[in-house]
């Protein structure tokens, strides 16, 4: 019998990623304009935020994941999304630069706590054989999000006369939808307990050889990736409007609704590790160009490719970790993943920061398009970079 892959579960959380999403992605462009245009912060500032954000993900990772490998999923999920809310709250109230920083970093928290249990509770609900399909649908669901956001943004933005902060605050509502939706996901972990009593004695055991070694070089590889706010904020420096902001970065996220779901599809049926160096490819081809270009056309050209990044890679590469994982470490292994990322993107922040300035060549993002393509070959030639077990 066929096994069904699109699964109540994977459906319900797709909608509340949807709509998280949604909330962050109408504040995140607006971001960058509200601290160095309102607030007068420096893109130093700016860079340090989401690093930080990044990292204080990344410590909630590693304990909400391995956490609910022992008490469930479910629990932190909604415990997540509810405090992503609060700290959107935060930001859209701040009149200084470390309150927008208190704000993200309890944003990232929330994601921090929520992330790794969603993508072990989607791995607990779906087949082995669907999980690239099923990272993908999700992650499409997630940048649907992602396009609404922003177009909420723009609409905010002719309705208030373009008033950063007062638009800002829309984000609230689709962010509290998504706190309320969780309230109907299913438990679908068995805690081990319940069914291997006697194997209960070592209290963590270590993940796989492949599984570290495939985390550790997606972690380096990484370290190129320069927050997207800062992308944005190279937008804004070669002349596009606050509206030019939104409206590029909807065509970013409009390219990944598009890819991500065929980027699963192709990683089920050939290699995680192909389709993501694919994405690398565009990251760095995107950020050569940006880090170049001053001509808007061009630029939007870049973004949208940039877009294919995201889509080949985000989804992809939790589908690669949980693909060469067990379920009983599933949440643990999402958590070390997703964790180690997010410190990688704290390094990225905090030089991809440190360095920008307002010439006409941005060179860290020349420098973060270097060290992509050099992962792409890395991983295209490299047979050992981790593969996709065929245990259950």
Known sequence: MKKIWLTRNLILLTFVSLAQDAASELLYPLLPILLTGVIGAAPLALGLIEGCAEAAAGFTKLISGKSSDRLGRKPFVVAGYSLAGFGKALVVTASSWPLVFLGRVTDRIGKGMRSAPRDALISDSVDKAHLGKAFGFHRTGDNIGAVIGPGLALIGLAMLDGDVRAVAKWALIPAIVSGLLTLLVKEKFVRIKEVEPKKIKVKNPPLPTNLKRAIAIL?????????????????????????????????????????????????????????????????????????????????????????????????????????????????????????????????????????????LIQWPLVIAAIGALLGAVFLAFNQSSGSSSKAS
């Open 219 to 359: 972690v380096l590889i990484q370290l190129t990736n320069i927050p997207d706010v800062l992308l944005l904020l190279r937008l804004h420096d070669i002349g596009f409007s606050t509206q030019g902001v939104v409206l590029s970065y909807m065509l970013f996220s409009g390219v990944t609704v598009l890819a991500a779901f065929p980027g699963g599809v192709i990683a089920d049926k050939f290699s995680p590790r192909v389709v993501y160096a694919i994405g690398l490819v565009a990251f760095a081809i995107a950020y050569s160009v940006l880090g170049f270009t001053n001509n808007h056309t061009v630029a939007l050209i870049a973004l949208a490719i940039y877009g294919l990044f995201p889509a080949l890679t985000d989804g992809v590469g939790k589908a690669w970790i949980a693909g060469i994982s067990e379920a009983s470490h599933r949440g643990h292994a999402q958590g070390v993943y997703q964790a180690s990322m997010n410190f990688a993107v704290l390094g990225a922040g905090i030089w991809g920061g440190a360095l920008w300035s307002k010439g």
